[in-house]
């Protein structure tokens, strides 16, 4: 069983800290390069975030199809706003947005 103090650290702010963490001994040039490959990360995951938006919208409400396509939805949702964590800690330890050729 894990005791309260053990799960303290499972919080946002904690997991905040635990990449800045990660990321403090890396050169910048490192944390460049790990920035600009996080927000294309990023943009790839709110654009398949978009299209399973719009097919769940786009679904029949009354079929077992909507709600997949919502789970879907939702799922891609929360990985994108991880992602978005991830680009915003790496941004701010690189201390500028870097520019991120198109692909």
Not at 41 to 49: D, N, Q, S, T, Y
Request: proline fraction near 3%.
């Amino acid at each position: 069983m894990v005791s309260g103090k053990e799960t303290d650290g499972l919080s946002g702010a904690d997991a905040a800290t635990t990449m800045a963490n990660l990321i403090a001994p890396l050169a910048k040039d490192e944390i460049e390069k790990l920035t600009v490959e996080a927000i294309r990360e990023h943009r790839e995951a709110v654009a398949k975030a978009e299209a399973a938006f719009h097919a769940w919208k786009s679904a029949d409400a009354a079929t077992n199809r909507a709600t997949e396509l919502h789970d879907e939805y939702t799922k891609l949702m929360l990985a994108s706003r991880a992602q978005q964590m991830v680009v915003a800690t790496l941004v701010e330890r690189l201390g500028h947005i870097p520019n991120v050729p198109a692909s």
